[in-house]
């Protein structure tokens, strides 16, 4: 018997935030596993689940997956996370992935996921779903990401600040994900547009080192950890007329 691969959504740092289903896994007798930068380097994902008080069991293993662009390289190691999965898997155990936020988002565990389907399509893959860190960063900051008929995008800030500008015409609410190398840009474009009073920056939504700032020009020349998102809420956006339901420009 082929073990089944679970890729366990943690949310994003509360550790009450974890669903049922996750709990039960995390209790299970399936092997862990879990993503870190370097060898022996920390694991978010790992410190969620250690801050809902379980222990790290024998059987848990690391992946490594770099902070890198270069698909070559990432793909070295997604090889190598997999083939280390595949062995657990096809010796008959089951294996979780943790995840930090939720794993259909963003998120390593796709990559691992596809790399072993790849190599053994026996191979049974289970996403459990959870919370995203933009869910419980609007919650936290009380800043609603839609109502009625609005609109919203999700996108990592590194698509750009002409991307970022242009999205604002479009979108009543926008998340941008992974500010840190574009932050002072961004908060420069929103200045420029009036956007300031109406945006969010949240650090670590949900976790003991949660951070919000409704005040985004002060973080300008600041370096913020990577686990950093913006929400902007536009509500110059000329919109046409509602129809049934949805907008007809």
């Known amino acids: 018997m082929i073990g089944t691969l679970y890729g366990v959504s943690l949310g994003p740092g509360d550790p009450e935030l974890m669903t049922r289903r996750a709990w039960a896994l995390l209790h299970s007798s ?5 993503p870190v ?3 022996q380097g920390e694991s978010y994902a790992l410190k969620i689940a250690l801050a809902a008080g379980l222990e790290v069991p024998e059987n848990s293993t690391e992946l490594v997956f770099p902070m890198t662009h270069d698909r070559e390289i990432l793909a070295k190691y997604w090889l190598q996370a997999a083939q280390v999965v595949l062995e657990k898997l096809q010796a008959g155990r089951d294996v979780i992935f943790l995840v930090e936020g939720d794993a259909s988002t963003y998120s390593t565990f796709q990559h691992l996921a596809k790399t072993v389907a ?3 399509e026996a191979v049974a893959i289970e996403t459990i779903a959870g919370v995203s860190s933009f869910h419980a960063a609007a919650a936290r900051a009380k800043m609603p990401l839609a109502d009625t008929d609005d ?3 999700i996108i990592p800030a590194g698509y750009g600040i002409e991307m970022i500008e242009n999205m604002l015409l479009d ?3 926008l998340v941008l994900l992974k500010v840190k190398p574009l932050l002072d840009d961004i908060i420069s474009l929103l200045e420029r547009k009036e956007l300031l009073s109406q945006s969010c920056f949240i650090e670590k939504a949900g976790s003991s080192e949660e951070r919000i700032i409704h005040n985004v ?3 300008r ?3 913020v950890n990577y686990l950093s998102l913006l929400m902007v809420h536009n509500s110059h956006r000329m919109r046409g007329e509602l129809i049934r339901g949805c907008r007809k420009k």
């Open 118 to 120: 790849g190599l053994d």
């Open 30 to 34: 399936a092997d862990w596993t879990y």
């Open 151 to 153: 609109t919203v995008a």
């Open 221 to 223: 020349g600041e370096k």
């Open 217 to 219: 020009l002060s973080l």
């Open 171 to 173: 979108f009543d609410t």
């Open 37 to 39: 930068k370097r060898k």
